[in-house]
Nanobody
Framework: QVHVAESGGGSVQAGGSLRLSCAAD?????????IAWFRQAPGQKREGVAV???????VYADSVKGRFTISKGNAKNTLYLQINSLKPEDTAMYYC???????????????????WGQGTQVAVSS
């Protein structure tokens, strides 16, 4: 299990942008794993936002398509989520997750990921 840490959250007005980061332990490489972003609003289930596989292919939730972009950094232990055109309904704690059991690579089942960060809060005001 690898330690990952999210950063980059904050409070913004609707229409604004943020870039979230997910850094794994130094020396770790995401190359062999899918990495996903999830979010969870108070009282809501954890929801998949975006996932990228080891070939760079990406999948997004319908609610964020065209506004969110997941990408890997030049450093092999870094992942980003660029979020644009923020809406109040995007307000949530955002988590990155990796090391899916059996190479799991989807947004449907958060419990299939073994390594999670502590999250970074995004708050969007109207």
């Amino acid at each position: 299990q690898v330690h990952v840490a999210e950063s980059g959250g904050g409070s913004v007005q609707a229409g604004g942008s943020l870039r979230l980061s997910c850094a794994a332990d130094s020396g770790y490489s995401y190359d062999n794993w899918c990495i996903a972003w999830f979010r969870q609003a108070p009282g809501q289930k954890r929801e998949g936002v975006a996932v990228i596989d080891n070939d760079g292919r990406t999948v997004y939730a319908d609610s964020v398509k065209g506004r969110f972009t997941i990408s890997k950094g030049n450093a092999k232990n870094t992942l980003y989520l660029q979020i644009n055109s923020l809406k109040p309904e995007d307000t949530a704690m955002y988590y990155c997750a990796t090391e899916g059991y059996g190479g799991y690579c989807s947004l449907a089942a958060p419990h299939m990921y073994n390594s999670w960060g502590q999250g970074t809060q995004v708050a969007v005001s109207s």
